[in-house]
T-cell receptor, first 114, second 112 residues
C-alpha cells in the first residue's frame, strides 16, 4: 500500500515570497492533517480536513497560510508571504477515520526561509 | 497548562538499561492514546496505541493512569536502535474532530 506522498522534500525561499506544498494521502483515507514541526518541538496541527471539509483550523495563521482539499483527496498548503519563523518541517498525515485512530505521516517538506 | 506535556530529556542510558518516559494530559475526556517514534529528520511513526489500562509489545510497555491523567512508556533492555524521539499523542477528547495533540517529545540516546 502506498504511503502518504508529499512534495517537494526541501524548499528554500526568501522572506516575503510564496510557497506551496502538496500532499496525496493514503487511498481511501477521509481525514487529512497538516502539521508544522519546528526543530526541537512536537508537531503542531495547522488544519484538519474530513473529506473536503475543514473540521479544525484553529491554529492556522489565516493571514498568511491557506489550505485546500477540493476533491477530498490531495491537498495543498500555501504560505504567502513567508516569514523567517515559518522555517519548519511541514508534515501531512492521513487517517481512515476521524476519531481515536492513528495518523500515517508523509516524509514532510523541510522549509527554510532566509 | 499544556494539553500534552513531556519531559524533553535527553535521556542518556547504556545498552540493556530500562528507561521510562511519562506524559501528562489535561483533557480528561480523551479515550485513546498513542506513542509515536520519530527518528532524526524522519517522519513520526506509530509505536503503540493505548486504549485501556495498558499495552505491551515485546520490550515496550505503555500504561495509562486515567485518574492521574498520565501515560507512561517503558522500554526494557534498551538497544542502540531505540535512540529516537518518543512523542506522546492524545486525541482531543471533547471534540468530535479527532484532533491529535502531540507532546514535545522525549529524546532517548542509548549508548554502547
Amino acid at each position: 500500500e502506498a504511503g502518504v506522498a508529499q512534495s517537494p522534500r526541501y524548499k528554500i525561499i526568501e522572506k516575503r515570497q510564496s510557497v506551496a506544498f502538496w500532499c496525496n494521502p493514503i487511498s481511501g483515507h477521509a481525514t487529512l492533517y497538516w502539521y508544522q514541526q519546528i526543530l526541537g518541538q512536537g508537531p503542531k496541527l495547522l488544519i484538519q480536513f474530513q473529506n473536503n471539509g475543514v473540521v479544525d483550523d484553529s491554529q492556522l495563521p489565516k493571514d498568511r497560510f491557506s489550505a485546500e482539499r477540493l476533491k477530498g483527496v490531495d491537498s495543498t498548503l500555501k504560505i504567502q508571504p513567508a516569514k523567517l519563523e515559518d522555517s519548519a518541517v511541514y508534515l501531512c498525515a492521513s487517517s481512515p477515520y476521524y476519531k481515536n485512530t492513528e495518523a500515517f505521516f508523509g516524509q514532510g517538506t523541510r522549509l527554510t526561509v532566509v | 497548562r499544556k494539553e500534552v506535556e513531556q519531559d524533553p530529556g535527553p535521556f542518556n542510558v547504556p545498552e540493556g538499561a530500562t528507561v521510562a518516559f511519562n506524559c501528562t494530559y489535561s483533557n480528561s475526556a480523551s479515550q485513546s492514546f498513542f506513542w509515536y517514534r520519530q527518528d532524526c529528520r524522519k517522519e513520526p511513526k506509530l509505536l503503540m496505541s493505548v486504549y485501556s489500562s495498558g499495552n505491551e509489545d515485546g520490550r515496550f510497555t505503555a500504561q495509562l493512569n486515567r485518574a492521574s491523567q498520565y501515560i507512561s512508556l517503558l522500554i526494557r533492555d534498551s538497544k542502540l536502535s531505540d535512540s529516537a524521539t518518543y512523542l506522546c499523542v492524545v486525541p482531543h477528547g471533547s471534540s468530535n474532530t479527532g484532533k491529535l495533540i502531540f507532546g514535545q517529545g522525549t529524546t532517548l540516546q542509548v549508548k554502547p
